[in-house]
């Protein structure tokens, strides 16, 4: 009886008590949701969405010559300076109205978003370009904002669960300017388009 009080005790002691837990909740970028602005560069209809975020973040989508930006910051002057909002894609693309934050212990710091690439070597029958659908991974503050994986949505059958797993390792420890992005999981046309600039 003794052994087995004992067991329990030790086995008590090595339990996941203070596991720490990653999760997941969403919110919209979807104009509607958003504060929605002219650019103000008198040239074309260019727009800047602030979405609510999470944590009292905002989500900024800057949008100029059928190509976005995405950054987050605590508000709009913020998220605009981060590398994130001067990271384009090359190829003319948008993104999906999800964001996707990862969030370790209720504290997000990192967001995945869809965004589809345009493909100008792939045309549809009316001779427009076919989109190529990418995860970004992207890591939040503290310390900068900017992606850190790309994950080819159409190359990879659990495209979501390799973003999160690559939030969950790399968001953290990232550091923006100096570390590569890390192309997760087996690499496709959506990410041959996105290392394009």
């Not at 602030?50 to 989508?61: R, S, T």
Request: net charge neutral.
């Amino acid at each position: 009886m003794v052994p087995a009080a004992l067991f329990g005790a030790c086995f008590g002691l090595i339990s996941p008590a203070n596991a720490q837990t990653f999760s997941s909740s969403y919110t919209s970028t979807a104009p509607r949701d958003c504060r929605v602005t002219s650019a103000g560069n008198g040239v074309d209809d260019s727009t800047i969405r602030v979405c609510p975020g999470k944590a009292g973040l905002v989500v900024v989508i800057s949008e100029d010559d059928l190509r976005e930006t995405v950054s987050v910051g605590r508000n709009r002057a913020a998220a605009d300076k981060e590398p994130a909002a001067e990271t384009p894609f090359g190829p003319f693309n948008s993104t999906t109205d999800t964001v996707e934050w990862r969030a370790l212990d209720g504290k997000p710091f990192a967001i995945i978003q869809r965004w589809h690439i345009s493909d100008t070597t792939d045309e549809d029958k009316n001779g427009r370009p076919i989109a190529k659908p990418l995860l970004a991974v992207t890591r939040l503050p503290p310390g900068a904002v900017c992606h850190v994986a790309y994950v080819d949505v159409k190359a990879n059958p659990n495209a979501n669960e390799l973003a999160r797993k690559a939030a969950d390792d790399t968001a953290r420890s990232f550091k923006c300017g100096k570390d590569e992005v890390q192309v997760i999981g087996e690499s496709g046309r959506a990410v041959e388009l996105a290392k394009k600039r």
